[in-house]
């Protein structure tokens, strides 16, 4: 059963040095339990879309199309409703964990908030259960830990504060927004298991967005690569690894892959000068006259005017 629905969203958003357009025409889906990543190189309109799933975009972004959670809109919905599907029904993770936890509150009873909202309990039982999951994520010393305040923890330790907050509100959705880049190596593995624990241990989608295509590989089942604000392939990562269509693609998999010998070339386009046709032309090693032309449409999960042809 479909959980999330993106239907051609097109976002830009005006800025000082130009129209920034973050998302043309995505359309993706993911199933209830789901885990589904969006691969694509910084700067390309990853964290627009994860933006746009938490209605969380500037006021004066423009945008166009659908995004469904269970067959609901979101964009039909009042603020109010919003908040409470944000609360109760989606949570994120982002990059910078710290910026995201109260710096007037501690951790401790952050985590004990989030219980008390998801269980409607006792003040005692949401600190006990925050107690609880504080363990469950590794935090040491969870007792004396419950009453640090946000810049007493390391990145790693605020990352499994987050975590633990989102085991408290049993998502439907977990969001989790490059959730290790800041981080040291050693915590990255750590990290990514315990996202894994989440998602399995209440059936929650995971949305991860990443540069990291191994990680990405290793937590997801399905697989969309992006570039400059276009989903350029889509499908199943077992697919995607044993038979890429797209030169994009194909290019990513050579940094990881010796099977692939076509590492891609030159930078990607800003955001607010987009080439016309498709927009991975000019880096592109199989261009076609065509190609900076006409821009190729999704067809069967690639969008490519190579496969079009076949
Ligand atoms: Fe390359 Fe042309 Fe395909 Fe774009 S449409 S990826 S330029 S072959």
């Known amino acids: 059963m479909t959980l999330l629905n993106i239907v051609d969203l097109n976002i830009s958003l005006p800025t000082t040095s130009g129209i920034v357009t973050a998302s043309n025409g995505i359309s993706l ?32 972004a423009k945008i166009s199309g659908k995004i469904f959670l269970n067959g ?23 990059e910078q964990p710290q910026s995201c936890l109260n710096p007037v509150f501690s951790v401790g009873s952050q985590i ?35 009453h640090h305040y946000p810049h007493e923890y390391s990145g790693g330790m605020a990352q499994r504060a987050m975590i633990a907050m989102a085991m408290a509100l049993r998502p439907a959705l977990l969001i989790a927004d490059e959730p290790t880049t800041s981080l040291d190596v050693t915590i990255q593995a750590q990290i990514m298991e315990l996202i894994k624990d989440l998602v399995v241990q ?20 399905h697989v969309s690569i992006m570039y400059a604000g276009f989903i350029m392939e889509k499908g199943t990562v077992e697919n995607i690894i044993k038979s890429p269509k797209h030169p994009y693609t194909k290019a990513l998999l050579s940094t990881i892959s010796s099977e692939y010998s076509s590492p891609v070339r030159g930078m990607p386009p800003e955001l607010t000068k987009l080439p016309a046709g498709c927009v991975f032309h000019p880096r592109c090693s199989n261009a076609m006259p065509v190609c900076s032309k006409i821009d190729p449409q999704m067809e069967k999960g690639v969008r490519c005017h190579l496969t079009m042809k076949i």
């Open 112 to 146: 004990a908030e989030a219980v008390k909202i998801r269980d409607k309990c006792s003040a005692k039982a949401s600190k006990e259960k925050a107690l609880e999951l504080m363990r469950n994520v590794q935090i040491p010393d969870s007792h004396k830990r419950y």
């Open 29 to 60: 889906e993911i199933g209830q339990g789901e885990t589904h990543c969006l691969i694509g190189e910084s700067g390309c309109g990853k964290t627009i879309v994860a933006l746009a799933i938490m209605r969380l975009l500037p006021v004066n």
């Open 202 to 221: 209440f059936n929650t989608s995971l949305f991860l967005i990443t540069h990291d295509l191994e990680a990405a590989f290793s937590m997801c089942g």
């Open 72 to 94: 609901v809109n979101l964009f039909s919905l009042s603020n109010k409703e919003m908040r409470q599907i944000r609360r109760e029904q989606i949570a994120m993770i982002f």
